[in-house]
């Protein structure tokens, strides 16, 4: 993306745990004085992580000023190579889409004349909107993962034992698979 690297640290241990893992620390300076980070720990990778994913798993939105700008980077990204398609018209933002070298999809963004409204209107409704959503959507989820692995999230994830937590959806997993066994052909 052509962000400035600014740090890049190796470390030998993760901290918190003192597992010991070579892995380095990335930071690349965004326009607004921020940094976006990466973890390269080639020690744990799986190549599955390099394939592109939906963005409905994982997705990282960036903003900028100007359309033109937006433009620009469309330009850039094609130049580099990369597919990028847009700018599509979201009716309150425009962005243009693309997938980074690890596969993950991400976002440039500008807000367009009707953004301040939109979030406006969305903000004094987005409780509502959202109970309504998790009430329609439990069963599904419950299927799919299991009550067990849904009841852990809002929890204090300080004191979360993640081992329950996959040993429940994995459970869940292997219903599954026996019910589709069991199912007739």
């Known amino acids: 993306m052509g962000l400035p690297l600014t740090l890049a640290m190796v470390f030998d241990e993760e901290p918190g745990t003192g597992r010991k893992i070579d892995y380095m620390h990335l930071f690349f300076k965004m326009g607004d004085d921020n940094f976006i980070a990466f973890f390269d720990a080639p020690e744990g990778a799986d190549e599955k992580m390099f394939r592109p994913r939906s963005a409905f798993d994982l997705h990282l939105a960036f903003e900028v000023d100007t359309l033109e700008e937006l433009k620009e980077w469309r330009r850039r990204i094609n130049k580099a190579g990369r597919p990028c398609f847009g700018p599509i018209d979201h009716d309150f933002i425009h962005s243009i ?34 109970k309504a959503w ?4 439990r069963a599904l989820k419950e299927d799919n993962f299991g009550a067990a692995a849904l009841d852990m999230r809002g929890l204090d994830m300080s004191k ?6 996959k040993g429940a959806m994995d459970q869940q997993k292997g219903k599954q698979k026996e019910e589709q066994k069991d199912a007739p052909q």
């Open 97 to 130: 889409y693309f997938f980074d070298p690890n596969g993950i999809p991400l976002e440039i963004t500008i807000k367009d004349a009707r953004y301040e409204a939109v979030v406006a209107e969305d903000a004094a409704n987005a409780h509502g909107v959202l």
């Open 134 to 137: 998790t009430e329609k959507t």
């Open 160 to 165: 979360t034992d993640f081992s329950k937590v």
